[in-house]
């Protein structure tokens, strides 16, 4: 694989770090960067429906990262950061508002302070206390 990564990096190609539920040949979950923009991709852990053919694409991406979860990628993003120009972070567990919660999960995190949300979606998600400032102004 590091022939794979030099090669992406001499041709200027990036990289998309993802997480997903991890089986035998999932991509594992890394902090490489072979470009000037860094890539992390979350798509939530559902392990149940990830593969379920009768399942919908909002049960597939049905997942609320806890805080735990998250914390390794919060340290993979900042070394992804070091390592690059412009880093992003797509959160693709969109099911109910989670890509949103656990976005700004991570922007409170990187930032040490709390940031500000829409109170609906703070009332909603409890899991939200002390991440969120509470307004109606997006961060």
Known sequence: ????LDLLGEL?????NIDQPL???????GAEATSAIGYIRLHGRNYKTWFDEKANVRERYDYLYPVGELEPWVARLKEIASKTE??????N???LGKATVNALQIASIMRGAPVPAPPTLVAHYPELEGFTA???TPP
């Open 1 to 4: 694989m590091p022939e794979i």
């Open 12 to 16: 200027g190609v990036g990289l998309c």
């Open 23 to 29: 089986f035998k040949r999932s991509v594992k979950p």
């Open 86 to 91: 412009d880093t992003y972070v797509m959160n």
């Open 93 to 95: 567990n969109h099911n």
């Open 134 to 136: 509470g307004s109606d």
